[in-house]
């Protein structure tokens, strides 16, 4: 049987040039679907071929491993996903609008709510599932409720208390982002402009972001910080191949011209091993490794 979709799929897309680190290799099977139909054609394709789906966000928590990636990669960024509207202080978001224009675009318009996501990059389906956030907040604070798309093709609507946001996780499962309800709060826009400037500031202070990079590596584990445990590791400036520790910030690995996957991944484990011996802490990644 022929299915629709099948030509909507391209082969060996290369995704480095999607991702923050700009590295890794590429994707057997990848598919930016128009509508919901053609998602929907894409999933039914891959479960009747029996290979993994995984969703493309932005790419900016995610290492790509080298080589030929299987299954099917989708990325929701056809303007179909990307809508964003307006109701007093409700906006509705589609999973691929850009996280960081969206926090920034709310912040000046004195909407208060993502203020705390200051220059975290990323999309909105990608901060969902990962409840992305930092010190300041995280975007499951800010979530009235979310529609959701399974791999067999059905929708269904959640709300926040079924969403079960954490710190860094949610209760999404297999299922992709589509969209979501954020209610914010209506307040005077120098203050809520001024608290997402000095979120950011803070960020560009202490953060290495002209780097690439997939941000923070790891977790915090409960009670410390991973970043101060790699610091007082002295494994700042550690370095396998071209990826190396951030001096910057301790959480950050960073990878210079010509860094593999496998660069990053050494770095990593050095890092979790070193930091396991010497403090009995186990770190947890807290990015995709595709
Ligand atoms: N610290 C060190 N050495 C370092 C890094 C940090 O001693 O190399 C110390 C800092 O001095 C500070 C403490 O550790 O006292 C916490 O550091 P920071 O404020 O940078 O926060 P973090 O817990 O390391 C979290 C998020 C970041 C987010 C920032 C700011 C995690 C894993 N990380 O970092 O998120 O940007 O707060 O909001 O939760 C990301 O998730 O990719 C990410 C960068």
Not at 53 to 64: D, E, P, S, T, W
Not at 135 to 157: Q, T
Not at 190 to 219: M, T
């Amino acid at each position: 049987m022929s299915i629709a979709c099948e030509p909507l799929i391209q082969s060996d897309v290369a995704l480095a040039g999607r991702t923050w680190f700009r590295l890794g290799g590429s994707a057997q099977n990848f598919c930016a679907p128009n509508d919901v139909a053609e998602l929907r054609n894409a999933l039914h394709w891959a479960r009747s071929k029996n290979v993994p789906v995984r969703v493309l966000g932005g790419g900016a928590n995610l290492l790509v491993r080298d080589g030929s990636l299987g299954g099917l990669v989708i990325s929701l960024s056809q303007p179909a996903f990307c809508g964003v509207s307006f109701d007093g202080d409700r906006v509705k978001v589609g999973a691929g609008v850009d996280l960081m224009h969206l926090s920034r675009d709310c912040s000046y318009d004195g909407l208060a709510g993502l203020e705390c996501l200051a220059g975290i990059p990323g999309t909105v389906g990608g901060a969902i599932a990962m409840n992305a956030g930092g010190r300041f907040g995280s975007i499951g604070d800010s979530v009235e409720r979310v529609r959701l798309i399974d791999r067999a093709g059905v929708i269904v609507d959640r709300d926040v208390s079924q969403m079960c946001f954490a710190y860094r996780q949610s209760a999404l499962e297999d299922r992709i982002v589509l969209e979501a309800v954020l209610k914010l709060r209506q307040e005077p826009v120098d203050e809520v402009k001024r608290r997402y400037q000095d979120n950011w500031r803070f960020k560009k202070d202490s953060q290495p972001l002209a780097a690439h990079s997939a941000g923070c590596i790891f977790k915090n584990p409960e009670g410390d910080v991973a970043g101060r445990l790699i610091d007082r590791a002295g494994l700042k400036g550690f370095s396998r191949g071209r990826a190396r520790v951030s001096e910057i910030h301790g959480n950050f690995i960073v990878a210079d011209e010509g860094a593999t996957a496998s660069d990053v991944l050494e770095v990593l484990e050095y890092v979790r091993e070193t930091v396991l011996k010497k403090t009995g802490v186990r770190l947890e990644t807290e990015i995709d490794v595709w």
